[in-house]
């Protein structure tokens, strides 16, 4: 304001506050919707596959993040640190999973139910394996737990060990 | 590979994957949370503690809807499950998309962690960087104050040990500081009586020789090894070698003068002693020359009168005459004895003397004369001053010739103080006449010792009286003095060695050989 030259003053004296414009803008766009109405196609439905076609995208999207979370970490030299390089592994593991995952639910809709015999939830229910592939795969991606548990475990000893290594850092310090 | 295969392992790995999956993400969270505990400023942290609250919510929205699938299923209510199942998908969508989110922050957090971690390394080293400095400038500053303080101290000690007068001036001349011997050269007890009171110009003798003075300083710049006459604070003319130079104060841009001096007045009274001595020796030599030359004509003149005037009758005329002639010849022959006194080629009978009594006896012998004139003769004679080896009639001629000649400067009223004392630093007895008369001039002084030197009328006296003085203390080893101011008084002092031990110890034992 010390400097303010004569423009600056008159320019500040003619600018319409933000709110007020945006206010005008909603009461035009009422006028005009109210005012001149017309068919509206307001609402879409939204069929069964789009849920699972949502959960794979999500699956897509975890892995490109874990990917490129362990890329960032490797560019950035923090997988020197033995904690940061299970916590690599965790996410690389976890981008496994995902793939693993993503395969999963592709075969599963593939596959007829009635390949799966006994009571559906109970310990003995059995699948008629014919020598396709997709059969088998369904089988071993069901095992999904045997790369999502070890990747959860890296995660949780990476930072296990970056606290035991902070902690020796701040005694240190002390 | 074709048969029946159990889903018994599948279920399992399922249930026991979902609870581990429960469990271990819990654990990740609660060291996430112990290591942003334990380092709170670390962004890193904060983001692996998001990171893994993220998963956890993804472990529990994914194996909560797995548990509970298998035992609403196990339990037959497959039903629930139909109803409950695109929720969890839903839930579990929505997990993914959480912890893709979370992880698509970590470049930025990444970055902003390094920034906050090269700001707090960029600050920790300037912390450090300045206790640094801090500590090394507290040293510095520590070492250069004690080098100071030394040097200040080996100054000071300088300063107040010189045997010479140091001062310092300031722009108007007038003392700033001066050490305790320039105190004691000039007669004052403690600075304060001088500083800032006193100006140079009051100390110097003379008003001229302190224009000239001034006059070459201003010219030069300094002065080297003057030769000034200066006042004490009694007024005692004291003579020093003076150098003064001038400096310019960079702190206050004040000139100031720095001057030290030289009390050089024992000195040149000493080379002025030597000087009369050498000029009384040789007029002495001279003196005993002509004495003995007039000697034995004055004795036979003398011897022809008294045998003219017993061979003549009382009422001869030339009896008068030969009167006259024989007074005459007494007196040149009394003044050619006074000038062997002098060149001391006169004979002295010397024995051991108490000094006190000789000095008892002439007092006893002028005082009452003198107080019959208005003069008071003082007298302080040290107890048990020791016997010297000397001539006792003329040490108490010496004592005569001071106290007629104080009486004599004194006109009217006045005191005549007489002392005797041992002298610790001369290994000798002083003896001081002092008189409140007229004093003399530094010239009159100077000759006060010559033969046939005379401030009195004609007639008065020969001259001679101090010469003899002179004279007979030489003769004993020892010396006399004269300090004299106008107007304020004159004093005599006379220093006598005394007696070696081996001398005393002959005369001991010829005391006691004379007693038995």
């Given amino acids: 304001m010390l400097n303010m030259t004569r423009a600056d003053s008159l320019r500040n004296q003619w600018t319409i506050p933000g709110s007020f414009g945006s206010g005008a803008i909603a009461l035009i766009t009422g006028f005009v919707v109210f005012l001149a109405p017309d068919t509206a196609w307001a609402l879409q439905s939204h069929g069964p596959p789009e849920g699972l076609y949502a959960h794979q995208m999500a699956h897509i999207l975890l892995a490109i993040s874990m990917a490129v979370l362990a890329y960032w970490l490797e560019i950035n030299s923090y997988t020197k640190e033995r904690g940061w390089r299970l916590i690599q592994l965790s996410f690389l593991l976890f981008l496994l999973w995902n793939l693993v995952a993503f395969s999963g639910h592709f075969v599963e809709i593939r596959i007829t139910p009635d390949l799966i015999e006994g009571q559906r939830g109970g310990w003995d229910q059995r699948i008629i394996i014919e020598g396709d592939f997709l059969t088998l795969a369904y089988y071993f991606l069901k095992l999904d737990h045997l790369v999502a548990v070890p990747a959860i475990l890296c995660l949780f000893l990476g930072i296990r060990n970056l606290y035991k290594q902070t902690l020796i850092k701040v005694v240190r310090d002390k | ?516």
Avoid at chain 2, 20 to 36: D, H, P, Q, T
Avoid at chain 2, 72 to 77: K, N, V
Avoid at chain 2, 210 to 229: A, H, N, P, Q, T
Avoid at chain 2, 385 to 402: C, W
């Fill in chain 2, 1 to 516: 590979m074709t048969g029946y295969y159990s889903l018994a392992p599948v279920l399992f790995s399922d249930v026991i994957g979902s609870s581990l999956m429960i469990v271990i993400s819990f654990g990740a969270v609660w060291y996430a949370s112990r290591l942003k505990k334990a380092e709170p400023s670390n962004l890193m942290w904060m983001y692996l503690l998001v990171l893994s609250a993220a998963m956890a919510g993804f472990s529990i929205s994914r194996s909560v809807g797995h548990l509970v699938k298998h035992l609403l299923l196990f339990t037959g209510h497959s039903y629930i499950w139909e109803c409950f199942r695109p929720y969890t998908g839903a839930i579990n969508s929505i997990a993914f998309i959480g912890v893709a989110s979370v992880t698509f922050f970590f470049p930025k957090v990444q970055r902003i962690n390094a920034r906050i971690l090269s700001d707090k390394m960029a600050l920790e080293k300037a912390t450090q960087d300045i206790k640094l400095l801090n500590h090394n400038l507290e040293a510095l500053v520590e070492k250069r104050t004690r080098q100071l303080s030394l040097s200040e101290k080996k100054y000071r000690g300088i300063f107040e040990g010189s045997m010479d007068m140091i001062f310092v001036l300031d722009d108007q001349l007038s003392f700033e500081d001066i050490n305790p011997s320039g105190l004691a050269t000039l007669g004052y007890d403690s600075p304060s009586e001088l500083v800032g009171t006193v100006s140079l110009a009051e100390i110097f003798f003379n008003t001229s020789d302190y224009e000239e003075f001034i006059r070459d300083l201003s010219v030069s710049g300094s002065i080297k090894d003057r030769e000034c006459r200066i006042r004490e604070k009694s007024g005692l003319e004291v003579l020093i070698l003076l150098s003064v130079t001038g400096t310019m104060s960079d702190a206050v841009k004040q000139k100031s003068y720095v001057g030290i001096a030289k009390d050089v007045t024992a000195r040149i009274r000493m080379e002025r002693q030597l000087q009369q001595a050498d000029r009384l020796a040789s007029l002495g030599q001279t003196a005993a020359g002509v004495a003995h030359e007039l000697n034995t004509p004055l004795g036979i003149i003398l011897g022809y009168t008294q045998l003219l005037l017993r061979g003549c009758n009382v009422q001869d005329g030339s009896h008068g005459d030969l009167e006259i002639i024989q007074k005459q010849t007494k007196n040149c022959k009394r003044i050619v004895q006074d000038l062997l006194k002098f060149s001391r080629d006169s004979q002295t009978k010397k024995s051991y003397v108490d000094l006190i009594e000789c000095f008892n006896e002439v007092i006893s012998l002028l005082g009452h004369q003198f107080e019959k004139e208005g003069v008071i003769v003082k007298t302080s004679f040290e107890p048990d001053l020791p016997k010297i080896f000397a001539d006792g009639e003329k040490l108490e001629q010496v004592l005569v010739n001071l106290m007629v000649n104080a009486k004599q400067a004194i006109s009217g009223n006045g005191t005549i103080a007489v002392t005797a004392k041992i002298d610790q630093e001369h290994q000798g007895i002083l003896i001081s006449v002092s008189d409140n008369g007229c004093g003399m001039s530094p010239k009159t002084a100077e000759k006060i010792f010559d033969p046939f030197f005379t401030t009195k009328p004609v007639g008065v006296g020969t001259g001679l009286g101090l010469s003899v003085s002179y004279g007979i203390v030489q003769a004993h080893g020892g010396r006399i003095e004269v300090e004299s101011k106008e107007g304020v008084g004159t004093t005599f002092t006379v220093l006598l060695p005394l007696p070696d031990e081996s001398e005393q110890n002959v005369e001991d034992m010829q005391t006691q050989a004379a007693k038995e």
